[in-house]
């Protein structure tokens, strides 16, 4: 197994982690969700934080915080809209 893939699965470990622990679920559309790991694995390796990659990076590491995932924005978008900006986290039950 490549680098990336194991990093990669570790991502989708972890986001997995914390959606149970909210009592959430994954996006269910594998093709988007792995975009999503893909472009927070990326951001880790190339600014040392897995910033939110549907989000803009202003290029201030302090403001840029606001946007490490998982994002100030998240909670109140789930619960607002049933998902995150990044369609990573949904309410239970999600529907298809």
Not at 13 to 32: I, M, P, R, T, V
Request: glycine residues 8%; aromatic residues 8%; proline residues 4%.
């Amino acid at each position: 197994m490549t680098e990336t893939a194991m990093d990669e699965e570790d991502m989708l470990k972890w986001a997995k982690g914390y959606a149970h622990k909210h009592g959430w679920s994954l996006n269910k559309d594998e093709k988007q969700l792995g975009t999503v790991i893909k472009g927070l694995v990326r951001n880790n390796r190339k600014f040392g934080r897995p910033y939110c990659p549907c989000r803009l990076r202003s290029g201030d590491e302090e403001k840029d915080r606001a946007i490490e995932c998982p994002c100030i924005y998240h909670q109140e978008e789930v619960a607002n809209m049933g998902h995150c900006h990044c369609h990573l986290y949904f309410k239970e039950p999600q529907e298809s």
